[in-house]
């Protein structure tokens, strides 16, 4: 098993910043790819970026110039610096790591995002 847990959401202004982190713990040599999604209500979950071990990194057209995603692996730590953020940008910001073959998938508990002035 897998532990995945989020910090870093909370209330922001719009054009302000966040810093999302996702710490793993368990069995972490099933996973090659760490991301973020996000569910906004009414709405299905959707994917934000994602990041492989080995640094292939791939994002959102919604997140594409504003969000950067990036990992420690000697933390086994994700983390998403997300900048200009928007009132679209309100969700429920979720940590996913997963194995290559799909047989893993791990998810965390989420963290509230609200952008709004």
């Known amino acids: 098993q897998v532990q995945l847990v989020e910090s870093g959401g909370g209330l922001v202004q719009p054009g302000g910043s966040l810093r999302l982190s996702c710490a793993a713990s368990?069995?972490?040599?099933?996973?090659?790819?760490m991301g973020w999604y996000r569910q906004a209500p009414g709405k299905q979950r959707e994917l934000v970026a994602t990041?492989?071990?080995?640094?292939?990194?791939n994002y959102a057209d919604s997140a594409k110039g504003r969000f950067t995603i990036s990992r420690d692996n000697a933390k086994n730590t994700a983390y998403l610096q997300m900048n200009s953020l928007k009132p679209e940008d309100t969700a429920v910001y979720f940590c996913?790591?997963?194995?290559?073959?799909?047989?893993?998938?791990?998810w965390g508990q989420g963290t509230q995002v609200t952008v709004s002035s």
């Open positions: 990041i492989t071990s080995g640094g292939n990194i």
């Open positions: 996913n790591a997963a194995s290559y073959s799909g047989m893993y998938n791990y």
């Open positions: 368990g069995t972490i040599f099933r996973i090659n790819m």
